[in-house]
């Protein structure tokens, strides 16, 4: 008589320099959308269908992708659709759709920053739901990053209040905090590759329920339009919208949450309105104030400050 023994999963290896690296690498790529959509609506693209095509294309080219060159990484379990639904929802489509409407109704400097206080509520539902006491430290950094990202977004100009706005922001962080929660957790059982794949394609349709295809104004697409020292079509400019800012950013960005606890990487990811910044200075001639410069030092350093104070925080259990 034998017995059988139990198979035993490895312990899932994590490397703090990677996913450092990849959580920046995913904040550059994420940046680079800024400069990119806005040359696509200063041809006449609306937010909407700018966000519907890069959503969209994005999702279509990574299940495409995926299913002719490894179709394994599509397989999901029954179990795991509610997490991977609410991933594409809130993570993918409604972090677009919710800062476009912020945006359009108030200054785009606090829509922006309204979004980028999801650390914040990360590390409140870190505290409060998982009952994990964070570090004194990790509070101040994340303070830190919160005044140098107001300084970068310039928030004192043109202060107005409207209330679909700051609900709309609200919900835009909201969301932006569910990417890194629900990534985080998907992430730990389900490969990043058809994690992605799977969260854009539903995120695609449901943003397609606001800007449907038929809508996008495809005799736009040949048009030419400034970009730095160049003209390119708005074809182009959306490729690029779909394969860098999107497809890549999102990749690199939830490989990270295998490395890196949520509350960590959405610091961390607090880097992308600086170059955010520095790639409209480079290509659309945006100026670039003293105030910009010392918030996107004072952000760096306050992410520097979460980054060394973290050690003791790893992804949570499941």
């Avoid at 959308?33 to 080219?61: C, D």
């Avoid at 179709?71 to 609410?86: C, I």
């Avoid at 919900?171 to 058809?194: K, N, T």
Wanted: proline share 7%.
């Amino acid at each position: 008589m034998t017995t059988e023994l139990p198979v035993l999963t490895p312990p899932r290896v994590t490397h703090r320099g990677r996913g450092t690296a990849l959580v920046l690498t995913a904040a550059l790529l994420f940046g680079t959308s800024g400069a990119l959509g806005k040359s696509a609506m200063l041809a006449g693209m609306s937010p909407e269908q700018v966000a519907a095509a890069r959503i969209g294309f994005a999702g279509l080219v990574l299940l495409v992708g995926t299913a002719l060159v490894q179709p394994k990484r599509l397989k999901v379990r029954r179990q795991d659709w509610p997490v991977l639904g609410a991933y594409g929802l809130l993570g993918v489509a409604g972090v677009q759709l919710m800062y476009f409407v912020s945006a359009g109704r108030l200054p785009v400097g606090i829509a922006i920053l309204m979004e980028f206080i999801s650390p914040v509520l990360i590390a409140l539902w870190v505290r409060c739901v998982r009952k994990v006491r964070l570090p004194r430290a990790l509070w101040g950094g994340i303070a830190l990053a919160t005044l140098g990202l107001a300084l970068v977004a310039q928030v004192w100009q043109g202060l107005r209040l409207d209330g679909i706005g700051l609900l709309a922001g609200v919900g835009a962080a909201i969301c932006s905090a569910s990417y890194f929660l629900l990534g985080e957790r998907a992430v730990a059982e389900q490969d990043p590759v058809g994690l992605t794949t799977w969260g854009m394609v539903i995120g695609a349709v449901a943003v397609s329920v606001v800007a449907p295809p038929w809508t996008l104004p495809w005799p736009l697409m040949a048009a030419e339009v400034p970009f730095g020292p160049w003209r390119p079509p708005v074809w182009s400019l959306l490729l690029a919208l779909v394969l860098i800012s999107t497809v890549f950013a999102y990749l690199a960005g939830i490989s990270a949450l295998r490395h890196l606890p949520a509350s960590v990487a959405s610091v961390l990811g607090l880097a992308e309105p600086v170059f955010t910044t520095a790639l409209a200075w480079a290509l659309l001639g945006e100026t670039l104030s003293w105030t910009q410069a010392l918030g996107a030092a004072v952000l760096l350093v306050g992410a520097l400050v979460v980054q060394l104070n973290s050690r003791t925080l790893t992804p949570a259990p499941l």
